[in-house]
């Protein structure tokens, strides 16, 4: 309890933190990112009890199983054919800067980081699991990493997801400037928010509810229920695990190690798509409520976001800072270099609004993407954000967390860098064939 009670108390100096610095509000950085930054200083400088800080390095590698199992609980999951004909165009712009990352990074470290400092390939699926997984996704790679005895990637891991999101925001925010002063913003909206929204305070009279309560507490707590459902999701997904380690025990050795190594998480995500669609058929009073279950998956990733952070091996960093370094503003030109040249030529309308929000959800978390969208288009005047959302649906359980992104490092490992690179590139073929498609049907 002493060290869930120092977790806490590092949240709330990381809230109070973002309250105060002016600096840090104009930089739109999360609570939790603060937080864990400044317990990462803490536990640097000053010798903590092991007591207050127990368990902190396992956390994130649990509390991803939550956040993924929320990804797609309370709402009604729409058909396929519909969230492609709304958001064909945006997906497959998303899926090109996702694979891009990892041609990227496979590319660098192939040949020049690799021979250059002695890296394994592996390192070249560092930053996109950092920047299109983020902090959660990192995190929860703990036990993958461990279990290939390579523990010092997470904190590699890490590194890149913080490097990420503070590349998302400074040069995200540098773009919107550059294309405003341009005139690429459709609505030609000014940069700039309410001065409530810099705080995060939100007036009294403005206040959304959290969620409905769909029971009643005299049967049980609606929230209770709600991680009733998470925790169904969850469990679904260990048994799919099981059953890798049991096909696992009868493939050939290169095969099994692959689904040995396969993290819970994405698995976790497809047991709640299965609850969700058993909710979706049988459960007529709609038990359950989207405002709870994000609720749940933001206090997960608050939590995880601050532990992870907070205990990354600063030595671990230092011995191979120098190519980490290079692989992040490696990432962040592709992006920028995918925003600014190739987006206008992927998008009918609102170009830039539509690659911005790409952006900054493949650096940093879905809401950094909706950050800087909303500073362009705050009232949503353009169809950016709608397909910017349904895009994720069709997104989410490949990259950013998905099924890829939990098989990548396990296969960098197995079959080395070479193969990747090639389905990467591949990927950005097929993906840059399909909108040449759509171009040609203006579609």
């Keep these: 309890m002493l060290s869930f009670g120092c977790l806490c108390v590092l949240l709330g100096l990381g809230y109070w933190a973002r309250r105060k610095i002016v600096l840090l509000q104009k930089l739109y950085l999360p609570a939790s990112v603060i937080a864990g930054l400044l317990g990462l200083l803490v536990l640097q400088a000053v010798n903590v009890p092991a007591a207050a800080v127990a368990g902190w390095n396992k956390l994130p590698g649990q509390l991803i199983n939550v956040v993924f199992a929320c990804l797609f609980l309370g709402a009604t999951l729409p ?61 929860g790679m703990r036990d993958v990493f461990e279990k290939y005895g390579i523990s010092e990637m997470t904190d590699f891991a890490l590194a890149a997801a913080t490097g990420g999101i503070l590349g998302a925001i400074v040069v995200g925010m540098g773009l919107v400037n550059w294309a405003v002063r341009k005139g690429y913003v459709e609505k030609h909206e000014r940069p700039g928010v309410a001065a409530d929204d810099f705080s995060g305070i939100i007036p009294r009279a403005h206040r959304p509810a959290a969620g409905k309560m769909s029971v009643s507490s005299d049967v049980i707590g609606s929230l209770s229920l709600h991680l009733v459902f998470v925790g169904a999701a969850i469990l679904i997904g260990w048994l799919m695990k099981q059953g890798l380690l049991a096909l696992a025990a009868k493939l050939p050795e290169t095969a099994a190690s692959i689904c040995d190594g396969f993290p819970l998480f994405p698995l976790c995500m497809l047991g709640g798509v299965l609850v ?88 940093g978390v879905t809401a950094t993407g909706l950050l800087l969208l909303r500073v362009v288009d705050p009232d949503y005047k353009t169809e950016a954000a709608e397909a910017f959302a349904a895009k994720q649906l069709l997104h989410e359980p490949f990259m950013g967390g998905g099924l890829w992104t939990g098989a990548a490092i396990p296969l960098l490992i197995v079959y080395g860098g070479w193969p990747i690179l090639g389905v990467a590139v591949g990927a950005i073929t097929i993906w840059t064939i399909v909108l040449c498609v759509m171009n040609r049907r203006g579609a």
């Design 79 to 139: 058909p396929i054919a519909k969230v492609w004909k709304s958001s064909s165009r945006q997906l497959a712009y998303g899926q090109i800067v996702a694979w891009g990352q990892y041609a990227v990074g496979c590319g660098l470290v192939l040949l020049i980081l690799g021979p250059l400092f002695g890296l394994d390939d592996v390192f070249g699926g560092i930053m996109p699991v950092g920047f299109e997984g983020g902090h959660g996704t990192a995190g």
């Design 276 to 363: 969700q669609l058993w909710m979706d058929k049988f459960d007529p009073h709609e038990h359950m409520d989207e405002g709870l279950i994000l609720r749940i998956q933001n206090c997960a990733l608050d939590f995880l976001v601050v532990a992870a952070i907070a205990t990354i091996r600063v030595d671990v960093i230092a011995k191979g800072w120098i190519p980490l370094v290079i692989l992040i503003l490696a990432g962040i030109l592709w992006n920028v270099l995918m925003l600014t040249v190739f987006a206008r030529r992927a998008f009918k309308d609102a170009w830039f609004e539509r690659g911005i929000a790409e952006m900054g959800q493949s650096m």
